[in-house]
């Protein structure tokens, strides 16, 4: 499915403008009579007061339609913790003691590999302008795709942890604190990716990019959830580093899309 702009003239000098959206795009109906430009005073109000259910809605049908996407990261997930073990012998102790060091790693990987498509085909099939010209909060936007392919993405990931315990041999409770952990810092590595892809968005090949400029912000999160995981297998207590994961991302939740939206207007307007 394709987005389409149809301009119609009729004899009464009257001009209406269609933009219709039907994968990744928004419905923009503005008339104007007697000229031939569209000024964003005349942007449809029912399109200017865009509810937050109606781009949820929205969102996550696009995010369906878009199976290769997201099931990309899962598969590159799957890949590494499987063949981990295949690479590294099967000796059970070496296999525990590597074991939340290499899904947390595939974890990351997953991620930053799969921001390529948050916002790239946005800006370049006109979604992003058409958001800008019916003044639909940008923040607001970001923040709903980004949840949306955190669930698709991180949520599930979460759940596939759980084959720490068969492939490298994890108890139940540690393979708990590890998914926990994954939960509570994966917000924090996808905002660091989607700022990453959005300041990258206008450069030619710019994907290769983004994870030379998320990985090196993303390593504290790393060492820090790993070693939360650690503490509990040794039998001390990691909440305040799971506490701190979870307080670093709220805050770059709340923080991060307005960021996000400032550099991607930006870059449309480039």
């Given amino acids: 499915m394709t987005d389409s702009r149809e301009q119609d003239a009729n004899t009464d000098n009257t001009n209406s403008y ?3 959206t039907v994968d990744d795009t928004y419905h923009v109906d503005a008339s104007h ?29 696009v995010k369906q339609q878009g199976t290769v996407q997201w099931l990309y990261p899962l598969v590159l997930f799957l890949v590494i913790v499987t063949l981990f073990p295949l690479a590294v012998g099967s000796e059970p102790q070496l296999l525990q003691r590597l074991g939340v060091s290499a899904v947390w790693i595939a974890a990351l990987l997953s991620l930053v590999m799969g921001v390529d498509g948050l916002f790239k ?18 923040p607001l936007w970001v923040l709903i795709r980004l949840v949306i392919h955190w669930i698709f993405s991180s949520g599930i990931i979460a759940l596939l942890s759980l084959l720490a315990v068969p492939l490298f041999g994890l108890s139940w409770f540690e393979t708990g604190i590890l998914m926990a952990s994954i939960i509570v810092g994966s917000p924090m590595l996808l905002m660091l990716s989607a700022i990453a892809s959005s300041l990258t968005l206008s450069l030619k090949n710019g994907a290769v990019l983004v994870p030379l400029i998320a990985l090196p912000m993303q390593l504290p999160v790393l060492i820090f959830a790993t070693g939360a995981v650690d503490l509990f297998a040794t039998g001390l207590n990691g909440l305040p580093i799971l506490a701190l994961l979870l307080a670093g991302s709220i805050v770059s939740v709340l923080v991060m899309p307005w960021v996000i939206a400032l550099t991607l207007k930006m870059s449309w307007l480039n």
């Fill in 121 to 138: 085909p946005a800006l370049d099939n006109g979604t992003l302008a058409q958001l800008v010209v019916a003044q639909v909060s940008l």
């Fill in 33 to 61: 009579n007697n000229s031939n430009v569209i000024s964003i005073n005349e942007v449809d109000s029912t399109v200017k007061g865009i509810s937050f259910i109606q781009l949820w809605r929205r969102e996550w049908q």
């Fill in 18 to 20: 269609n933009l219709d």
